[in-house]
């Protein structure tokens, strides 16, 4: 198959398929185009096959698989980044396997692949004094630390993406004493509301108040950055260096950061909102914590708090789901005397 056979496939796939069939967001479709610049890198560095000349034929079983080990090795890619490049790879040769029957085989040589094994652990994560010195290091001084810090607040406060926090708009917030919240959407333009302390309710409005004046329209964008005179959404590389400048000029005052490389991401403030005691009772009244997952844990195995196995026998059952044992008899009903009529004595007066 000719090259611009694969690129119309490239075009179709990008342009119509994901974003017109599959209702994917623009996000997803970037990561997947990302994924396809990649796999033409690795061709281009491995076998110098410029744009020109690459084909269906260039892609086979071993290409896939040195290119999952190039990205781990030479582009030091996770392991879990590289399953989701072989899984966009899978995708697009799973459509062009529909639109030209041709193109099967090679969808099913390449469907074997398999991806690479995820180490399983904890996800790192800031102290409660580490998240305070990171908030306080833009200060508020000017308008762009104002910014900054009302970004880091509401990052950690609504423990949300940083996609989230840039695709909110003033219609997503309300910042009312006592009853603030954010509608965040997350993946697949799932919504889901999250209360937000009255700390954070007050930065917003100084930050409204500096940046959005007047009466803007409630679809735009609550953070955004200026470019040729014009308001221009921000990006997730520009969150990450804002992360990383101010993380390095605390650093040296930053406990649980480590000293060198990136600052890990911003914990929820489920665990430490409370301790500093920056939540408001009534901003969060009727919403119910999670309990403790470990807690849960000891449940589902039947096991007492000290590690002891619960013993079956005391433990509380639905009757429905006893197994009946024998069918028990009913109890006849009490018998009931007859009623005897007892005749009375008249009683005889002396004579």
């Known amino acids: 198959m000719h090259t611009d056979d694969f690129f119309r496939l490239v075009r179709s796939w990008l342009t119509v398929y994901l974003p017109r069939s599959r209702r ?24 110098g096959l410029d744009l ?33 490049r ?25 469907k074997q692949v398999r991806p690479a094994r995820v180490p399983a652990r904890a996800p790192d994560a800031l102290s409660m004094p580490a998240v305070e010195a990171l908030i306080r290091a833009p200060g508020q001084r000017t308008r762009q630390g104002l910014r900054d810090t009302t970004i880091f ?48 309710c007050r930065h917003l409005d100084q930050y409204l108040d500096a940046f959005h004046i007047g009466t803007p329209e409630p679809g735009t964008l609550l953070f955004y950055t200026v470019r040729a005179g014009r308001h221009q959404p921000m990006s997730q590389d520009n969150i990450n260096y804002l992360l990383n400048k101010y993380a390095a000029a605390a650093r040296p005052g930053l406990p649980g950061c480590p000293p060198t490389g990136p600052c890990p991401p911003v914990a929820p403030r489920a665990g430490h909102a409370d301790a500093a005691g ?42 429905r789901t006893r197994a009946p044992l024998e069918r028990r008899r009913r109890p006849d009903p009490p018998t009931r005397r007859p009623h005897v009529v007892i005749p009375r004595i008249p009683s005889h007066s002396p004579r």
């Not at 009312?176 to 993946?187: A, E, F, Q």
């Not at 009534?282 to 000290?306: E, K």
Request: glycine fraction near 4%.
């Open 52 to 84: 020109t000349a690459v084909s269906f034929e260039a892609i086979d079983h071993a290409t896939i698989r040195g290119f999952t080990t190039w990205l781990t090795d030479d582009r030091h890619v996770s392991p879990a980044s590289a399953n989701q």
């Open 86 to 110: 072989l899984a966009a790879i899978k995708s697009f040769l799973s459509f062009c396997a529909a639109e030209d029957p041709a193109l099967v085989a090679v969808w099913l040589d390449i």
């Open 278 to 319: 920056w939540r408001t009772p009534a901003a969060h009244q009727g919403v119910s914590r999670p309990r403790q997952h470990h807690h849960h844990q000891r449940l589902r195995h039947g096991r007492q708090p000290d590690g002891a196995r619960r013993n079956p026998e005391s433990r509380r059952r639905h009757p």
């Open 153 to 200: 607040l509401l990052l950690f406060d609504a423990a949300a993406r940083i996609q989230e926090v840039l695709d909110l708009t003033l219609a997503d917030l309300d910042t009312t004493s006592g009853h603030g919240r954010v509608i965040l959407t997350g993946k697949g333009h799932k919504t889901r509301t999250i209360p937000i302390m009255d700390k954070t």
């Open 24 to 47: 994917l967001s623009a996000h997803t479709i970037r990561s997947y185009k990302t994924a396809l610049t990649m796999l033409l890198a690795y061709l281009h560095e491995t076998r």
